[in-house]
């Protein structure tokens, strides 16, 4: 045991990277902060916390109130006339030749659906293959030069233009 | 009635609920608000959230399971409320979620429930130029002094990363202060 004892010279501790510079940084950044700044100006009008008790209790009250206006009984009908048009409207689109395909859509529409949807790239990645995502030759007609020039000067800046 | 495993059991029974409601307000409402009205800015909107925040409590409360504290899921859903609310905010006027919070404190100057004066109002543009998760963190800490600990159970992220993240602010924000 002593032997062992002789042998530890460190206790095993250690600190993050940098941690002591970081330290005096974080620590002054924040003192330094606070002393210009400590209160944020924000206020609440008189007695608001006061009265937010019953302003939200209230709030609830009329929320389950409104839930309770529409009975079950007259719920049922109303499910039942709604399955009822469903059902019709299910069968009009079986039966119409005009079925809606990704074919029919407009490219613009599709593009607007994604912008207005807000995918990012990462999610748009995803319905691609690797395959897909991989290959150069993914547009199968060429693009014309005088469309890649009409493109560039409606869209693109100078500063685009410009590698360093 | 502050212990919170017996206040959670009347909350969930039918006939204490509303007793044990009023005393979950009065116990969370000043503290829910200030984290709030740090992230939407004006009082008015932080009241509609703050309203929105508890009607979400009261309906879900006996969903809540009891994986984390009562306080840090109550945090959560202010969080959630306040930051929908930005982003439905920013799509109705048809602008980016950012635009939205410059727009925010823009309207500071002429609120009558800000009172900062010009640093101050210097400051919450230094907060808006920080990433959404870095504004968070740095409002709690700095404004409400949230211990790291409770931050990290609220926002389910570990205490090291919220360090760094709150460093990286008061850094970024002392940069802005300085340059502007």
Redesign the interface.
């Given at each position: 045991m002593k032997k062992n004892l002789k042998n530890i010279r460190s206790t095993g501790f250690k600190v993050p990277k940098d941690y002591f510079e970081?330290f005096e940084?974080?620590l002054l950044?924040?003192i330094?902060?606070?002393e210009?700044?400590h209160?944020?100006?924000?206020?609440?009008?008189e007695s608001?916390?006061e009265t937010?008790?019953d302003?939200?209790?209230k709030?609830?009250e009329t929320?389950s109130k409104v839930k309770q206006l529409i009975p079950w009984k007259q719920l049922t009908y109303i499910s039942g006339i709604a399955a009822s048009i469903l059902i019709i409207i299910n069968l009009y689109l079986k039966n119409s030749k005009n079925q809606v395909s990704f074919d029919s859509l407009e490219t613009a529409s599709i593009t607007h659906y994604l912008t207005e949807e807000e995918f990012n790239a990462y999610e748009l990645a995803g319905l691609f293959s690797e395959e897909e995502l991989t290959s150069d030759k993914f547009i199968e007609e060429p693009i014309k030069e005088s469309a890649l020039e009409a493109y560039l000067y409606e869209n693109a800046s100078i500063e685009d233009l410009i590698t360093e | 009635m502050t212990d919170e495993a017996q206040l959670l059991e009347l909350l969930k029974s039918p006939t204490h609920k509303n007793q044990a409601?009023?005393e979950l307000?009065?116990l969370y409402?000043?503290r829910l608000?200030?984290h709030i009205?740090?992230i939407v800015?004006s009082?008015d909107d932080a009241?509609d959230v703050?309203?929105n925040t508890?009607?979400k409590i009261?309906k879900n409360i006996n969903a809540f399971k009891g994986d984390s504290k009562l306080y840090s899921w109550m945090y959560r859903i202010a969080t959630n409320e306040s930051i929908t609310f930005i982003n439905n905010r920013a799509k109705q006027l048809q602008i980016s979620n950012e635009e939205a919070q410059q727009l925010a404190i823009s309207n500071l100057t002429s609120d009558v429930?800000?009172?900062?004066?010009a640093?101050?109002?210097k400051?919450?543009k230094a907060i808006s130029t920080l990433p959404e998760k870095q504004q968070i963190v740095f409002n709690m800490k700095?404004?409400q002094d949230i211990k790291y600990s409770e931050m990290s159970d609220i926002l389910e992220t570990s205490e090291g990363a919220l360090?760094a993240s709150?460093?990286f602010a008061?850094?970024k924000?002392?940069a802005y202060?300085t340059n502007n």
């Open positions: 970081n940084e974080t950044g924040e330094k902060l606070k210009t700044i209160k944020s100006g924000f206020k609440t009008p608001y916390f937010i008790d302003t939200v209790l709030s609830i929320n | 409601f009023k307000l009065r409402k000043e608000y200030w009205r740090h800015k009082h009241d703050l309203q508890f009607i009261y429930y800000f009172e900062g004066d640093i101050q109002l400051l919450q700095y404004f360090k709150y460093h008061v850094k924000i002392e202060l």
